[in-house]
Nanobody, 128 residues
Framework: QVHLVESGGGLVQAGGSLRLSCAASGRTSSTYAMGWFRQAPGKEREFVAAISWDSVDTHYADSVKGRFTISRDNAKNTVYLQMNSLKPDDTAVYYC?????????????????????WGQGTQVTASS
């Protein structure tokens, strides 16, 4: 079992920045790949970014490349999403997720079906 708790969401003006955090506990969470997804009102959940257990591999959605950065601190069992140059289209509930299919895997997935554990989400609103 992996328990995930997101924090750091809020309301910012377009062009502003936020840093989301995801605190993980249980089941050696530092040995698994982690991802961030988001869901806007009336839309399906979509992939944002993912990171391998050792931070060697990262993957981003085209819509956030160059603006968002995913990172992790395994000593703190925490994953981060630094979001810069926020746009109104980035407004959504952001979810942290853990892919526990394989420990120490160097593969990262953009498929939500590959993630078994999810946090409760944190709201991000970028106003125009």
């Amino acid at each position: 079992q992996v328990h995930l708790v997101e924090s750091g969401g809020g309301l910012v003006q377009a062009g502003g920045s936020l840093r989301l955090s995801c605190a993980a506990s249980g089941r050696t969470s530092s040995t698994y790949a982690m991802g961030w997804f988001r869901q806007a009102p009336g839309k399906e959940r979509e992939f944002v970014a993912a990171i391998s257990w050792d931070s060697v591999d990262t993957h981003y959605a085209d819509s956030v490349k160059g603006r968002f950065t995913i990172s992790r601190d395994n000593a703190k069992n925490t994953v981060y999403l630094q979001m810069n140059s926020l746009k109104p289209d980035d407004t959504a509930v952001y979810y942290c997720a853990a892919d526990v299919r394989e420990q120490y895997s160097d593969q990262v997935s953009y498929r939500s079906d590959d993630y078994d554990y999810w946090g409760q989400g944190t709201q991000v609103t970028a106003s125009s």
